[in-house]
């Protein structure tokens, strides 16, 4: 592969990082989990350790999947990550339904509101059995 070749690779890898980078982040702004997570904590004044975090986490990421490499940690750990990462997309997943409205509109819309506390548990426990079966059944991942 010619040296033209590889730079415009790794300018082609950097704006793509740079633009699923900016999209993730307009999400999460758009969405408004951080301030959300402020507003319920009252931890206004830690902002800036909110943005640190935030920055910090996503360099890790990126440097985690550049460099595939093996972390041998005890199972308990496993669990307690997997708990908050399982937290994170919950919240995630909530914050872009109350956002949309899609529940309001899909219950009224379907006759069903006042049956809508089980069709949200339902949808929960429809995210943890897919969830584990993606991570237990071999071939899944």
Do not use: H
């Not at 550049?66 to 909530?94: D, R, T, Y």
């Not at 379907?110 to 059995?129: A, E, M, Q, T």
């Amino acid at each position: 592969m010619g040296k033209m070749n590889k730079i415009f690779l790794v300018a082609l890898g950097l704006a793509g990082g740079t633009v699923v980078g900016t999209g993730i982040s307009a999400f999460i702004t758009v969405l408004g989990i951080v301030t959300r997570i402020m507003d319920l904590s009252m931890t206004q004044r830690y902002v800036y350790v909110y943005k640190n975090i935030i920055l910090l986490g996503s360099l890790i990421s990126c440097f985690l999947y550049m460099f595939e490499f093996n972390i041998m940690v005890s199972p308990s750990l496993l669990i307690i990550v997997g708990l908050f990462m399982g937290i994170f997309v919950g919240m995630i997943a909530s914050a872009l339904a109350e956002t949309l409205d899609v529940f309001p509109f899909a219950s009224t819309y379907i006759g069903i509101s006042r049956w809508i506390y089980l069709w949200i548990i339902v949808l929960i426990l429809g995210k943890i059995v897919g969830s584990l079966v993606y991570w237990t059944v071999p071939g899944f991942y």
